[in-house]
């Protein structure tokens, strides 16, 4: 009788009885068979940090075989946020309503067609239409988190979701190895090739061994709110991603970030009166929903920034180095002998790092580790908040991850320093990843949980466009300059492209890696969900 008022309303009825929550749960699966579901959605998952890390590593590599492209090549990483932001809760509502498994399959199939798309076009603008369709996949990390709710027993629950946010660092263990094997003997084209096969392998094993989640939020799908939200996030990150390139202040620039507000506004409006709204937005007074989503604003922009900052300092060439090229450099250009030039040619700025780490030195040197620390900190966590709740691990996370970036201000100039921090933040990594979603999972009804989970990757997906302008800005204030005297001439003071100072640096983790924990752990710190273990989604008739 629910059933049939919620489709003559649009809404959704009444929240599941405890019978029907576990109508679909694996209760009676052998432990070998709940490891090896979880395995997969873990491994499958995976897709969503491989396509960033794996492409950016040859994005100078994918210029070259499209000249026409220019100075939009940043666009190969651009159209991933725009595209992952603007869909990502259509996504997870969409697995809400039809099902988490067909949900992860379509997906599946669409990074599929994307990754084909760009392994075989050699027009620019389709490969930027196979990188978007790529990105539709990031809505699958909120969708895992619901179906492992729905399917695995509760006390599995809070370690299941716990490993798959721990679980995401281990593209960064094995992906930056794959692409240095593969682009030392064949062309870029075959990380795309290796995408599509992994993909295909894994879907297929998912399909025919990870069960569907009978639970259904009952309404009619809201159009108007998802072309709405979709439409109005995109064309915000569009602003905030390219606004330092076309200028901030630029009247085409604020057309755009005029619009995505008014669009916006527009969303909410109508999700106040809609009768199926995509978005509840009650959901979003519930206390621990929005200490969750603020702190996934600030945290993902500090992890997505200092993986930006370690890539630009270690791929530097060491600072000797790097002067003795700049010179020589400089000496060919102008059919001058290197001690002419040397006289004449002098620098400004301190760098005391720099390590000249090609993709595979930066994997096997410092990547590797701190993704191996985020793992284990992360899988750990599970056991951890199903004994003692989710809320002391999230701000102990956000501390550490604090306390790793203070010590980053001064101790940034060698790879063992990174590596040594790394530990702290690898530790606040993944206590962060893993308490969050168990956070979200216990605060509301299982029929929410895809839309909920998702909006948390929106908060993010923004919060990463807002530091990375920040951080833009930042390192252009503090170039490495070069300064050139020339008697007659007067003295001519040159920026070196993509090498910036200590400073600058400093200033970075500052700015963009203390202040944003400090705010997260003071945000966090007085919330009243989280102090009781993990129950795994159950129980949650008046959410915290």
């Known amino acids: 009788m629910t059933e049939e008022i919620a489709s003559e309303t649009g809404r959704e009825p009444g929240p599941p009885s405890a019978a029907e929550e576990d109508a679909g749960r694996l209760n009676d699966a052998s432990p070998l068979r709940l490891v090896a579901v979880l395995v997969l959605l873990v491994l499958l998952t995976e897709i969503v940090p491989l396509q960033s890390s794996m492409v950016a590593a040859v994005m100078p590599k994918i210029g070259q075989s499209f000249p026409n492209s220019g100075h939009n090549i940043a666009w190969i990483l651009t159209i991933q946020g725009v595209v992952s932001g603007a869909t990502i809760a259509i996504i997870g509502k969409t697995a809400d309503m039809y099902g988490k498994k067909i949900l992860l399959m379509a997906c599946s199939v669409l990074f599929i067609a994307g990754s084909l798309l760009c392994a075989l076009t050699s027009s620019w603008s389709l490969f930027l239409v196979g990188r978007g369709i790529q990105a539709v996949s990031w809505g699958m990390v909120a969708v895992n988190y619901g179906l492992l709710r729905d399917i695995m027993p509760r006390k599995w629950v809070p370690i299941a979701v716990a490993v798959i946010g721990g679980g995401i660092g281990g593209a960064a263990i094995f992906g930056p190895p794959v692409v240095g094997a593969m682009t030392d003997h064949y062309s870029w084209r075959s990380v795309f090739w290796f995408l599509t096969i992994y993909t295909v392998v894994l879907a297929v094993l998912v399909a025919v061994l990870v069960p569907e989640s009978p639970l259904r939020a009952r309404q009619r799908f809201d159009v108007v709110g998802a072309v709405l939200f979709g439409v109005g996030i995109g064309v915000t990150l569009i602003y905030l991603s390219e606004g330092s390139s076309w200028g901030w202040s630029d009247a085409s620039s604020l057309a755009y970030l005029a619009a995505g507000l008014v669009i916006l506004a527009a969303f909410f409006a109508w999700e106040r009166r809609a009768a199926a709204p995509m978005l509840d937005l009650s959901l979003l007074r519930i206390p621990a929903v929005a200490v969750i989503y603020a702190v996934a604003f600030l945290l993902s922009s500090v992890q997505a920034e200092i993986s930006v900052l370690v890539s630009y300092m270690f791929q530097t060439p060491k600072e000797g180095v790097l002067k003795q090229q700049i010179v020589e450099g400089a000496a060919a250009k102008s059919h001058t002998p290197v001690s002419v030039i040397s006289q004449v040619l002098h620098f400004r700025g301190d760098i005391s790092y720099g390590a000249g780490f090609s993709v595979l030195d930066m994997a096997v040197h410092i990547t590797i580790w701190t993704a191996v620390f985020t793992m284990v900190f992360g899988f750990a966590c599970g056991w951890i908040v199903r004994r003692i709740g989710a809320r002391i691990p999230l701000i102990t996370g956000v501390a550490a991850t604090g306390v790793a970036c203070a010590l980053w201000i001064d101790w940034h100039s060698?790879?063992?320093?990174?590596?040594?921090?790394?530990?702290?933040?690898?530790?606040?990594?993944?206590?962060?990843?893993?308490?969050?979603?168990?956070?979200?999972?216990?605060?509301?009804?299982?029929?929410?949980?895809?839309?909920?989970?998702?909006?948390?990757?929106?908060?993010?997906?923004?919060?990463?466009?807002?530091?990375?302008?920040?951080?833009?800005?930042?390192?252009?204030?503090?170039?490495?300059?070069?300064?050139?005297?020339?008697?007659?001439?007067?003295?001519?003071?040159?920026?070196?492209?993509?090498?910036?100072?200590?400073?600058?640096?400093?200033?970075?983790?500052?700015?963009?890696?203390?202040?944003?924990?400090?705010?997260?752990?003071?945000?966090?710190?007085?919330?009243?969900?989280?102090?009781?273990?993990?129950?795994?989604?159950?129980?949650?008739?008046?959410?915290?």
Do not use: K
């Open 414 to 544: 060698t790879w063992q320093l990174q590596v040594a921090i790394g530990l702290v933040f690898g530790l606040g990594s993944g206590l962060h990843l893993a308490s969050f979603p168990n956070i979200l999972i216990d605060a509301v009804p299982a029929r929410q949980t895809g839309i909920v989970t998702a909006m948390s990757s929106v908060f993010g997906s923004v919060g990463i466009a807002v530091s990375s302008a920040v951080l833009s800005s930042i390192l252009a204030a503090h170039p490495f300059q070069t300064v050139t005297t020339v008697p007659g001439r007067g003295t001519v003071v040159s920026d070196v492209p993509q090498v910036f100072t200590d400073s600058g640096f400093s200033l970075a983790y500052l700015l963009l890696g203390v202040v944003p924990c400090v705010v997260a752990f003071f945000i966090a710190f007085p919330m009243r969900a989280g102090r009781a273990p993990a129950r795994g989604g159950e129980a949650v008739a008046h959410p915290a």
